[in-house]
């Protein structure tokens, strides 16, 4: 059974970083791709960044330049470098899966951005 548990979220000033991880739990052989996505209050869910099964990725384009998402085969873990971040950039943060045809999700983190 696959699960996905997001950690590293939490309380930053503006101008901050936050590196947040998940790991991904179960068989994700032939996966397409896993990505983070974000939802603050009264918006909706919203894709920050992906990174497919080659490597390659997108982002969105407010977070090009400040955001870097990556992964480690070996530990089944996505990460999600956030610099300089803003408060705009307060959210929850999902990861998801895309596997098989399926997506999964994780219950996200919350980032919050404050002085």
């Known amino acids: 059974q696959v699960q996905l548990v997001e950690s590293g979220g939490g309380l930053v000033q503006p101008g901050g970083s936050l590196r947040l991880s998940c790991v991904v739990s179960?068989?994700?052989?032939?996966?397409?791709?896993l990505a983070w996505y974000r939802q603050a209050p009264g918006n909706t869910r919203e894709l920050v960044a992906k990174?497919?099964?080659?490597?390659?990725?997108d982002y969105a384009d407010s977070v090009k330049d400040r955001f870097t998402i990556s992964r480690d085969g070996a530990k089944n873990t996505v990460y999600l470098q956030m610099n300089r971040l803003t408060p705009e950039d307060a959210a929850v943060y999902y990861c998801?899966?895309?596997?098989?045809?399926?997506?999964?999700w994780g219950r996200g983190t919350q980032v919050t951005v404050s002085s």
């Open positions: 179960g068989n994700i052989f032939g996966f397409s791709f």
């Open positions: 998801k899966l895309a596997l098989m045809g399926r997506h999964y």
């Open positions: 990174i497919r099964y080659d490597d390659s990725t």
